[in-house]
Nanobody
Framework: QVQLEESGGRWVQPGSSLSLSCEAS????????IGWFRQAPGKEREGVSFINNSDDTTYYLDSGKGRFTVSRDNAKNTAYLQMNSLKPEDTAVYYCAATIGPYSTGWYDPSVYDYWGQGTQVTVSS
């Protein structure tokens, strides 16, 4: 049974940093590209970041460029999202997702992903 489990979400003050983890079981993570998404109340799910499964090419939502860093440790079957300089507008439930490919419609298209985690809440407020 495939499972993706996110962890690391919590309440933080603006300007703080958080590191989210996405631990996979039941699949070999190195075969999959990983996307990080978020969904705030009343808003659609949006792609935050992506790392592919061939050469670790990464992509980011414009608002996350320079603040977010996605990475993976295939030996631990885990992906990470490091978030710095957090803002209140980053508040959302964060999800990781895995896709074997293709993702021709874009890494930010939720429909290209095969597996999803349950999400972890990130709250940024003073």
């Amino acid at each position: 049974q495939v499972q993706l489990e996110e962890s690391g979400g919590r309440w933080v003050q603006p300007g703080s940093s958080l590191s989210l983890s996405c631990e996979a079981s039941g699949l070999i993570l190195s075969y999959y590209a990983i996307g990080w998404f978020r969904q705030a109340p009343g808003k659609e799910r949006e792609g935050v970041s992506f790392i592919n499964n061939s050469d670790d090419t990464t992509y980011y939502l414009d608002s996350g460029k320079g603040r977010f860093t996605v990475s993976r440790d295939n030996a631990k079957n885990t992906a990470y999202l490091q978030m710095n300089s957090l803002k209140p507008e980053d508040t959302a439930v964060y999800y990781c997702a895995a896709t074997i490919g293709p993702y021709s419609t874009g890494w930010y298209d939720p429909s290209v992903y095969d597996y999803w985690g349950q999400g972890t809440q990130v709250t940024v407020s003073s």
